[in-house]
């Protein structure tokens, strides 16, 4: 199973930018679908993006749309959430997710398709 840990989250102004990453020292990490999620305070998880273990496949919210941008670096294990145009409703808890897959084009955006998840990390948009 993945070992998930976020990084990158903080404190931003409306309008700039902010990059999360996502190491994942998990066995077949390269093997792994990820996907970002966001809870924000007194509403439910809710899915942001995801990205199949070759890259191949991205899926974004259309809240994020145009403004999101899901990455990975296999070499790395790393996966990135770029994130511009950030809004004060983009304040929440991001959490990094992982599955295990042998399919290449596989990017779930249900929480219940992932079976590892990050501690999360926290990202405040002021106005």
């Known amino acids: 199973q993945a070992q998930l840990v976020e990084s990158g989250g903080g404190l931003v102004e409306a309008g700039g930018s902010m990059r999360l990453s996502c190491a994942n020292s998990?066995?077949?990490?390269?093997?792994?679908?990820m996907g970002w999620f966001r809870q924000a305070p007194g509403k439910e998880r809710e899915f942001v993006a995801a990205?199949?273990?070759?890259?191949?496949?991205?899926e974004c919210s259309d809240s994020v749309k145009g403004r999101f941008t899901i990455s990975r670096d296999n070499a790395k294990n790393t996966v990135y959430l770029q994130m511009n145009s950030l809004k004060p409703e983009d304040t929440a808890v991001y959490y990094c997710?992982?599955?295990?897959?042998?399919?290449?084009?596989?990017?779930?955006?249900?929480?219940?398709?992932?079976?590892?998840w990050g501690q999360g990390t926290h990202v405040t948009v002021s106005s």
């Open positions: 997710a992982a599955v295990l897959t042998w399919s290449s084009a596989y990017a779930p955006k249900q929480g219940h398709e992932y079976n590892s």
């Open positions: 998990g066995r077949f990490a390269d093997r792994n679908a």
């Open positions: 990205i199949s273990w070759s890259g191949g496949t991205t």
